[in-house]
C-alpha cells in the first residue's frame, strides 16, 4: 500500500523514447511529437538521426516542444557522438532542444574487458567537456553489456571506472531478458539511474512485442527502487516491436498501461 501511495504521488514525468514511432518520426516529425504529447507523454528522447539536423531545425523543435509543453532531457547516441568534432556538434544540438544528457547507446567493438575500459575512459573525457557546460554524458545499456567477459560484466566495469555524474540509463527490458536483477542493479548504483527506459520483455517467445506491463520485469519493485534509490528523474517508454503503422498505437496503449500501473 505504501509504495502505491507512493507511485499515486509521484511527479516524475513519463515520456516516450521516440524510436517506439521511428516510423512516424522519419515522415512527419512536427506531427508526430504533436501525436505523442496529444496523447499525454510529458517529455521525448530523439535519437541518433538528430545528429542530420541543422541548427534552424533544432531551433524549429525547440519551438515545437516548448509550444506543446514538453521537454527533451537528453538524447540517444552512437559512441561517435561522444568524442571529438562530433560531440561538439551534439552539444550544439542538444543546447539548442534544451537537452542536458547525451546518452551513448552503443559502444562500438567491444569485446574485451580493456575495450570496455576504453569505453569508460571515452565517456569520463565526455564528462569532462560537458560538466562545465551543466551537461552530462551518459551510458544506455542493452544486453550485451550484461554478459560475463573474462569474469566480469560490462555493466560493473562501467558503472565502476566512470565518474559519478556519468548517468546510467536504464533499459530495463535488456536487463531482464538476460537474467539480471533489475532492482539489485539500482539498488547498487544509488543516484545514477536518472532515467529508465521502460521496455518490458516476456518470455515464451513474447520478447519485445509485450506492451508496457504486460511482461515479465517487476514494475512496481523497479519503479519504487528507482524514486527511493536511483535518483531518477524522468522515465522514458519504449515499445520497439510490431507493425510500423501500429506503433503510435501501441504507444498509446502503452501510456494507459502506466496510468493503470501508478495508479
Known amino acids: 500500500m505504501a509504495t502505491r501511495a507512493a507511485f499515486a504521488a509521484s511527479k516524475i514525468p513519463v515520456g516516450l523514447e521516440l524510436y517506439s514511432v521511428r516510423d512516424f518520426l522519419a515522415k512527419d516529425l512536427t506531427g508526430t511529437v504533436r501525436a505523442v504529447a496529444k496523447l499525454g507523454y510529458q517529455v521525448v528522447e530523439f535519437y541518433s538521426p538528430y545528429l542530420e539536423w541543422t541548427p534552424q531545425v533544432a531551433s524549429e523543435v525547440r519551438k515545437l516542444l516548448d509550444d506543446l ?112 536483477d533489475p532492482v539489485a542493479w539500482i539498488k547498487a548504483n544509488p543516484g545514477r539511474i536518472k532515467s529508465l527506459h521502460c521496455k518490458d520483455w516476456g518470455a515464451g517467445g513474447k520478447a519485445y512485442a509485450v506492451l508496457f506491463g504486460e511482461g515479465d520485469a517487476p514494475w512496481k519493485s523497479i519503479l519504487d527502487a528507482a524514486e527511493s534509490v536511483g535518483g531518477v528523474e524522468y522515465y522514458l517508454i519504449e515499445q520497439e516491436a510490431g507493425p510500423a503503422e501500429e506503433q503510435l498505437k501501441r504507444a498509446e496503449l502503452c501510456l494507459a498501461n502506466w496510468k493503470k500501473l501508478r495508479g
Not at 569508460?120 to 551543466?134: H, K, T
Request: aromatic share 4%; hydrophobic share 40%.
Open 69 to 180: 509543453g514538453i521537454k527533451c532531457p537528453s538524447t540517444h547516441n552512437g559512441n561517435e557522438a561522444l568524442t571529438g568534432d562530433a560531440l561538439q556538434k551534439a552539444i550544439a544540438l542538444n543546447q539548442a532542444i534544451g537537452s542536458k544528457a547525451i546518452i551513448m547507446a552503443s559502444p562500438g567493438p567491444a569485446k574485451t574487458l580493456d575495450d570496455w575500459k576504453r569505453v569508460s575512459d571515452r565517456l569520463n573525457a565526455a564528462a569532462g567537456v560537458l560538466r562545465p557546460l551543466g551537461m552530462v554524458a551518459g551510458y544506455h545499456n542493452h544486453g550485451l553489456e550484461w554478459r560475463p567477459v573474462e569474469g566480469q560484466r560490462p555493466m560493473d566495469i562501467l558503472a565502476s571506472r566512470t565518474a559519478k555524474d556519468v548517468v546510467l540509463q536504464f533499459d530495463v527490458g535488456t536487463c531482464v531478458e538476460e537474467g539480471a
